[in-house]
Each structure stands twice: as structure tokens, then as C-alpha cells.
């Protein structure tokens, strides 16, 4: 039987491995985005969201905008089914 520490453990390990996976997506469409600043903070959008489904309290309104349309990538000329792709791939989303 898991004792509460062990439990513990394998959350904290899962998290981290969620961490640097969402670090990896961030930097591949990064890659992607024009050097102007415009576009920059529309990136930007979607990297805190990427984040924010790390954190308990902003879950919910960064998976609502991660399965939306995702404008402001699209507005950079991202392919917004690319990044939903890399995300369903990924299974970032299921494992929020």
C-alpha cells in the first residue's frame, strides 16, 4: 500500500516532467513566431496559459483557452491545428 509520502513523490515527479514538457512545446513554437513585438505578447498569451495549467487555481480558464481558438497564434501566423496536434500528442491537456 502507497503511504501519503510515496503518493507524494509521484505527484511532485509527474509535475516536473509536465514542467519540462510544457518548456519544450513553449520553445518549438516559439521558434515559430515573427521577431516583432506584437507578436511577441500575443505568444506570450499562450506560453502563461501553458503555464497557468500548472497551477491549481488558473486550470480551468487555461485548458478554456487552450481548447479555444487560439487567436492570438493565429494572429502570428501560427498554424493553431499544429500547436493543438503537438498539445493532443503530448496529452498535456487529459493530463491537467
Known amino acids: 500500500m502507497k503511504t501519503m509520502d510515496m503518493i507524494k513523490a509521484e505527484r511532485q515527479k509527474l509535475k516536473a516532467k509536465r514542467r519540462k514538457l510544457i518548456a519544450a512545446i513553449l520553445l518549438k513554437v516559439e521558434t515559430q513566431i ?11 498569451v499562450f506560453a502563461c496559459a501553458m503555464r497557468d495549467t500548472l497551477d491549481k487555481v488558473h486550470r480551468n480558464s487555461a485548458i478554456r ?4 481558438p487560439l ?4 494572429l502570428c501566423g501560427i498554424d493553431t491545428e499544429w500547436v493543438r496536434r503537438i498539445l493532443k500528442k503530448t496529452e498535456i491537456l487529459e493530463s491537467c
Not at 516583432?36 to 506570450?44: D, G, Q, T, V, Y
Not at 483557452?65 to 479555444?68: A, D
Not at 487567436?71 to 493565429?74: A, D, G, P, V
Open 34 to 44: 515573427p521577431a516583432i513585438p506584437e507578436a511577441r505578447l500575443m505568444f506570450s
Open 65 to 68: 483557452y487552450l481548447t479555444g
Open 71 to 74: 487567436y492570438e497564434l493565429s
